[in-house]
């Protein structure tokens, strides 16, 4: 690394489960001493934690709620925030450019920027993998951010508002959801979820069977995360919820309220791509080593292969440890694991000590159907054992995970508040977002 008279620069782009929390880590260990000058970037203004945007699509959950300020969570933890969405990199200026940043209107309100790094942080995540099937993008809803499970979540409130004035007897709102792994599993759960709450609302001419899920899977099974007796348990779960299950189905092409595959056409008022990831196709262009999906190839110091001073972490990052038969997951889990790594390897690189390798622990895989159920594995590594659990262990379980992420970027205290509200809030506000 260069040698600078003024503090190093950290510069960290994307600030999701893995950036978010290395930011922190960073600003409260070396920012707050000025050892180092910690800057996170994200595109967005506010963070909210992408395994709950499956909540945030049904209503259960309210953004307004659970979202964080970048700004004011870097005032706190003494890092800077940078509005702004990173799209090319000078490796031999060590400057990453900024595009022009533009409002909802498409209004230029900054010109492109150039922000210079010592050390930079690669943590822009993934999103969903259309695989070059043609429709997709035009007509299909994904999970990728808090702004579209919003849009979504309108849409889902706008059908039922019509269903519930013009519904004929015998008709449904139907929605086709592609990809069983865990996003579509648990999205579908908390969809049936929703509709419950509105029933409960006394939203006219709305039950439990005004719904029809069709949940498609090109693999011949749901949950391939999962062992197979559980990923049955679940899908035995969705079934009794309603939810038509089609296995071994390819969706060939997307056509409005339509999925074509091989054996015939799937129509639903409502279509969601949930199948697969890959990390922005910009990467690919940066002089950086990628694998086919655009990740960055990084060795197990989390440095980028070939590289002394650019890591990177989490969804867009790929990782295939020697040792093991698998590469490390995109989950939050493993983005967790990563940027707690990363900072004590960064902390280590700035004090001229040798970094150490990263070892990923997987703790298991949980898997929640809203109020319905959870289930899933916990994977104890000193034991070498593994318990399969459901019910209130699960959730609780489950939970904790979102916990961990809260704990890292609030600390002890804040968390507590935190769940101290949101008891609070669970008490006296309506089980389901209506607007
Ligand atoms: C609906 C859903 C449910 C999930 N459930 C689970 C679960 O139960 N358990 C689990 O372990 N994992 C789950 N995951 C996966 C988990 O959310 C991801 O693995 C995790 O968020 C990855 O963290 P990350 O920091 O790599 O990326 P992200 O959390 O995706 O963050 C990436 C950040 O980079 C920013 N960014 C993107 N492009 C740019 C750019 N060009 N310049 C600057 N910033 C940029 C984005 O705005 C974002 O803030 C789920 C995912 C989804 C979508």
Request: proline share 4%; with cysteine; hydrophobic share 40%.
């Amino acid at each position: 690394m260069h040698k600078t008279a003024s503090p190093p620069k950290i510069v960290i782009v994307g600030g999701g489960a893995g950036g978010l929390e290395l930011a922190t880590r960073l600003g409260r260990k070396l920012g707050k001493t000025n050892q180092a000058k910690i800057t996170l970037i994200d595109p967005s203004r506010i963070h909210l934690w992408k395994p709950l945007l499956h909540e945030v699509v049904a209503g259960s959950l309210d953004t307004g709620m659970e979202a964080l300020s970048y700004r004011a969570h870097s005032a706190e933890n003494h890092y800077y925030f940078r509005l702004g969405k990173m799209d090319a990199l000078d490796k031999e200026k060590r400057q990453i450019r900024l595009a022009p940043l533009v409002d909802h209107h498409g209004k230029q309100i900054l010109k492109p920027r150039h922000i210079d790094y010592d050390i930079l942080v690669m943590a822009l995540g993934a999103h969903s993998n259309d695989f070059g099937i043609e429709g997709v993008s035009e007509y299909c809803f994904k999970l990728d951010d808090a702004q579209e499970a919003e849009d979504f979540h309108l849409s889902f409130l706008n059908r039922f508002l019509q269903f519930s004035e013009t519904a004929h007897s015998g008709e449904v709102v139907s929605i086709a959801i592609v990809g069983a792994g865990a996003t579509g599993v648990e999205l579908s759960a908390e969809l049936y979820n929703a509709v419950d709450r509105l029933e409960q609302f006394g939203v006219e001419n709305i039950h439990h069977k005004s719904l029809e899920v069709t949940l498609i899977e090109a693999a011949p099974r749901i949950l391939p995360a999962l062992e197979e007796d559980l990923a049955c348990k679940a899908q035995k779960t969705l079934e009794e919820l309603g939810v038509n299950i089609q296995l071994n189905k390819n969706v060939k092409q997307v056509t409005p309220y339509t999925l074509h595959t091989a054996d015939g056409d799937i129509h639903a008022d409502l279509l969601v791509w949930a199948a697969g990831i890959k990390a922005p196709e910009f990467l690919s262009h940066l002089a950086l080593p990628v694998n086919r999906i655009n990740q960055i190839e990084i060795d197990d110091s989390l440095l980028v292969k070939g590289e002394d001073n650019i890591y990177a972490i989490g969804d867009c990052a790929f990782l295939k440890p020697e040792e093991a038969t698998r590469p490390v997951p995109p989950t939050a889990q493993a983005a967790h694991q990563m940027a707690k790594h990363c900072a004590q390897n960064i902390t280590r690189q700035i004090t001229g000590k040798p970094l150490k390798q990263f070892k990923y622990c997987d703790h298991g895989a949980l898997v929640s159907l809203s109020r319905f159920q959870t289930l899933g594995s916990l994977l104890d590594q000193l034991l070498h054992k593994h318990w399969v659990i459901e019910g209130k262990l699960a959730h609780w379980a489950y939970a904790s995970l979102y916990r961990q992420h809260q704990l890292a970027v609030h600390g002890y205290w804040k968390t507590l508040w935190i769940l101290v509200e949101s008891l609070i809030e669970r008490r006296i506000k309506p089980k389901l977002k209506l607007y």
